[in-house]
């Protein structure tokens, strides 16, 4: 009997794809299942006819890392598996269209650090996210101590590493954790709903570059972040979907009568 991968990538017709963690109980990852997930990651991201990404664990989001099989590691050990461990969410956070997490449960651990690579949040009631590793006597090795911080705030990013303590979903929301919170059970249909609402909105390379913009620029200092925006604007702008576009717009809101001054 073959046993079921640890995530699927399913795709849809209105163009959103969904990245589905199966490792039940609670979906935590070891390093072959953050390998598979880059890996997805990647396919989604080279599709064409991928618009928008949710990633779900359906009521079990995801309960970190596989601390079994780290706590076989030696330090050498994971000296050799660091790089991959940050590739595994960096390869999540890369995708070029929308990406946003649906979060029901355990979202702790590397699971919050997975959910932290997504662009959007979506949280149902019940879920808990926060980062425990202290307890382990280690750090997040994913990317979480850096994307939280650049999240919440440097504060209560240390609040929460120095505690390990975990947040309820409104809780999250109201620290700008999360972006919504719905009832238990409705997580994954807000994040299609919300993802597919991106898809449809505009074409897939304006998707891109807004979210260019906004992630690149992030790091640059302001006159640099404009040039990058003008330089994305004016490649659109040149582009066939804005002419047509912009075309069809005019076209609708031409006025009515003659061109010109009226003769008198």
């Known amino acids: 009997m073959t046993e079921s991968p640890a995530a699927v990538l399913v795709t849809g017709e209105d163009g959103v794809a969904e990245l589905r ?7 935590a990852l ?18 064409e006819d991928v618009r928008a990404l ?22 050498d050990d994971m ?18 269209v929308p990406v946003v997490a649906a979060l029901e449960g355990p979202v702790l651990g590397g699971g919050l650090e997975l959910a932290l690579a997504c662009d959007v ?4 009631r019940g879920a808990r996210l926060g980062l425990p590793e202290v307890g382990l006597g280690v750090l997040p090795g994913a ?23 975990s947040l309820d979903a ?7 954790l999360v972006d919504e919170v719905v009832e238990a059970g409705e997580g994954e249909t807000a994040a299609r709903r919300r993802a597919a609402g991106y898809a449809e909105a505009g074409p897939r390379e304006v998707l891109r570059a807004a ?12 006159a640099a972040g404009l040039a990058l925006e003008r330089r994305l604007f004016t490649e659109l702008f040149a582009g066939p979907e804005r002419a047509r576009r912009m075309g069809a717009f005019a076209a609708r809101r031409r006025p009515a009568g003659p061109a010109g001054p009226a003769g008198g």
């Open 121 to 124: 949040r979506v949280c149902a």
């Open 30 to 47: 070891d390093a072959a299942a953050q390998d598979l997930v880059a890996a997805l990651a990647r396919r989604a991201d080279g599709r």
């Open 211 to 222: 979210k260019r913009a906004v992630d690149e620029g992030a790091a640059l200092p302001l």
């Open 170 to 176: 409104d809780e999250a929301l109201a620290v700008g």
């Open 143 to 165: 990317g979480g101590t850096q994307r939280l911080a650049r999240l919440v705030g440097p504060s209560l990013a240390k609040d929460l590493l120095w505690s390990g303590r």
């Open 21 to 27: 963690l199966q490792r039940p109980p609670v979906n």
């Open 79 to 96: 000296a050799l598996r660091a790089p991959s461990l940050q590739a595994f969410t960096d390869a999540v956070a890369a995708v070029g």
């Open 54 to 75: 949710v990633v779900t664990g359906g009521d079990r989001f995801c309960a970190g890392a596989d601390v079994r099989e780290m706590a076989a590691m030696t330090g």
